[in-house]
């Protein structure tokens, strides 16, 4: 997959990046929506047969949450115990992803970087973000940080406020 990370300017749409990879969170919020076999799928790019191939994707959304050590971007709280219920996120069908943590003694500890992910699937964004928060609430932990506002409507809207501006319509 080749994807591409973009900036809206005044003078229009620069590119920033180009990758040939699946990024985090990227990978989360597109794979729990394919219908086919990933691994079939990655053979055919192999083998060239990856054109003769219908992919397909559940018509739904995505909202993934990191759960974060305190402090995360600039000076992280490591190995501090984050503790999660897996069953009661697995239950109201929200998905985990670990990331980056250390267990010892079967006890979950962040490291510096991004500890998990928390991914709500709903037939739209705002669904898919409640969802998304009754799964965060199975995470707790002393020293983590949450964006909540992450797929919130506020957010959203003043993401599109902030491009209309950027180009001279607002």
Do not use: W
């Amino acid at each position: 997959p080749i994807y591409g990370q973009f900036m809206l300017t005044s003078n229009g749409p620069k590119i920033i990046e180009v990758n040939a990879r699946f990024g985090d969170p990227e990978a989360m919020n597109v794979l729990p929506l394919l219908q086919n076999d990933f691994v079939d799928i990655c053979l055919s790019m192999v083998d060239g047969s990856i054109g003769r191939k219908r992919i397909r994707f559940q018509g739904k959304a995505t909202v993934c949450k990191y759960v974060v050590p305190e402090g995360y971007g600039v000076k992280s709280m490591v190995h501090q115990p984050i503790r999660v219920n897996e069953d009661a996120v697995k239950k109201i069908g929200a998905l985990l992803f670990y990331a980056s943590v250390d267990k010892e003694n079967d006890v979950i500890y962040t490291t510096s970087s991004r500890s998990l992910a928390v991914v709500g699937l709903g037939d739209n964004i705002f669904e898919a973000e409640q969802l998304c928060e009754e799964g965060l609430k199975h995470v707790e932990g002393d020293h983590i940080f949450i964006r909540h506002d992450i797929g919130t409507r506020r957010l959203i809207e003043k993401r599109i406020n902030h491009m209309k501006q950027l180009r001279g319509e607002a």
